[in-house]
């Protein structure tokens, strides 16, 4: 934190302008020594948040012209003096200025360093961090919402009001441990456990959005499986909307795991064509078959892929000896009959059958494209079952941050069944402790630095 970093901020290449930024206790100084405004002025004087325009200079020579904006602490990113210097944006011009930054007193930035000191200097929590790496990486609408959501704070109040409930009442079960013999506290015993109730309720029902914010926020690890010549490959491409997979009337083309993301409504899906699952002696085709089943089970949605243009054979029932695995383990399943323009009734009502109740199913035809949108919204629905706000309702997006709700949730119900059972107050108040070092993760207050550095690891050089 002692130091001045700098670094490109805007993408690598050639552009209209480029960006370099520094930050730190000495980053207007190391500007001065390399930014000069034509006015005369110096850039020392220069208001936070205005901009100059002036000559950008190393070792005694021009080599560009720019603006250069200044922000003073705490009203910057960082909560730090910062300086942008906008120059041309062409490769050399830039490492040229960049250079010039280190040769004036700055440092190489690490990867999301700046976002790393605005944490770091009380700017924003880890909540709001993550989702500036999220707001980057946003490929879907949905995403985008999401994260603008985290960087306004939503999860981190959601977060701060349970802590502060919980708070609250390890103070009154405080009072009891300190004074077990006065009748000190403002809420009995079973107020404060009818209180704990009401925060495991809190907790559950934010705990419930990660299917959800994960589906948006990281996608959903689809398993296309089925038997040689079902259709995965050419349902592969129709989703994708582009020959992705090499298709053949060749049973067996398919050998390895065939990787991609496509939109589904407000998910983000990533598919992963497997090989047809069948008995093979041929030593290649095998190994891609045990990374088929590899793969079916590691899912997170399974599209089982059943030509219903024949008869069901041994094959086929090794697919639903697959899909009977995922609904134990409560994987959500989706049977595809594919080539329903010319089905046989008998195999799909045999299908039906066996498949028995619960197992949602979706009839297409990858030839012509027919079922295939429908097919998207049907797997959104898995994931997806209603509008949200994400203005006003919070929403967990990651695993961490689930992780910590979950930890919360359990001993705040260990709380409660020590404080109902008649165990010692300091049992219930232990409890307690654990479930706000648990929600302290959340926001970063309590969090290891392993888990900070790796969070902004992450994030790419110059923000």
Request: with cysteine; net charge negative.
């Amino acid at each position: 934190m002692s130091r001045t970093i700098a670094a490109v901020s805007t993408p690598y290449g050639k552009g209209g302008i480029a960006v370099i930024r520094l930050s730190g206790d000495k980053a207007i100084t190391v500007a001065e020594k390399m930014f000069f405004p034509v006015s005369g002025c110096a850039l020392s004087s220069v208001k936070s948040g205005s901009a100059v325009y002036g000559r950008i200079v190393s070792q005694g020579n021009v080599i560009d012209d720019g603006i250069a904006v200044i922000y003073r602490n705490p009203h910057s990113y960082t909560g730090e003096d910062t300086v942008e210097i906008s120059c041309h944006g062409g490769i050399l011009i830039t490492q040229r200025v960049l250079e010039t930054a280190f040769d004036c007193g700055a440092v190489p930035a690490e990867r999301g360093e700046f976002t790393k000191r605005a944490f770091i200097n009380g700017k924003i929590d880890l909540t709001e961090a993550e989702a500036v790496i999220g707001l980057i990486d946003a490929d879907s609408e949905e995403k985008l919402r999401l994260c603008v959501s985290h960087t306004q704070g939503v999860l981190k109040r959601r977060s701060e009001e349970i802590y502060r409930e919980i708070s609250g009442l390890l103070s009154a079960v405080y009072v009891k441990i300190d004074y077990p013999e006065e009748d000190l506290s403002e809420l009995t015993s079973d107020e404060i456990a009818d209180k704990l109730e009401t925060v495991k309720s809190k907790l559950s029902e934010t705990i419930k959005t990660y299917r959800h914010g994960k589906a948006v926020s990281d996608g959903v690890k689809t398993a296309i499986i089925g038997k040689p010549n079902a259709g995965k490959s050419s349902l592969m491409n129709r989703l994708c909307g582009e020959d992705r997979a090499i298709v053949t009337s060749k049973a067996g083309t398919t050998r390895d795991v065939i990787e991609e993301k496509v939109q589904a409504g407000r998910v983000v899906l990533r598919l992963w064509d497997t090989a047809g699952i069948r008995e093979s002696g041929d030593e290649i085709e095998m190994i891609g078959i045990e990374r088929a089943r590899a793969k079916a089970r590691e899912a997170e949605l399974l599209l089982a892929v059943f030509d219903v243009s024949g008869e069901i054979g041994s094959e086929d029932e090794e697919i639903i000896g697959l899909i009977s695995e995922a609904r134990e383990r409560r994987i959500p399943v989706i049977a595809v009959f594919n080539k329903e323009d010319i089905a046989v009734p008998e195999t799909v009502d045999k299908l039906k059958s066996l498949l028995g109740d619960g197992v949602v199913t979706a009839e297409i035809s990858c030839a012509d494209g027919e079922g295939i949108e429908e097919l998207k919204m049907v797997a959104e629905r898995q994931f997806v079952e209603r509008e949200i706000d994400y203005s006003g309702e919070a929403v967990v997006a990651n695993a961490r941050q689930f992780s910590a709700f979950c930890r919360a949730f359990e001993s705040v119900e260990r709380a409660k069944e020590a404080l109902l059972s008649g165990l010692s107050a300091d049992i219930c108040g232990l409890d307690l402790e654990q479930a706000l070092m648990a929600l302290g993760e959340v926001d970063g207050r309590a969090v290891s630095e392993d888990v900070t550095a790796e969070i902004f690891r992450n994030f790419c050089v110059g923000k």
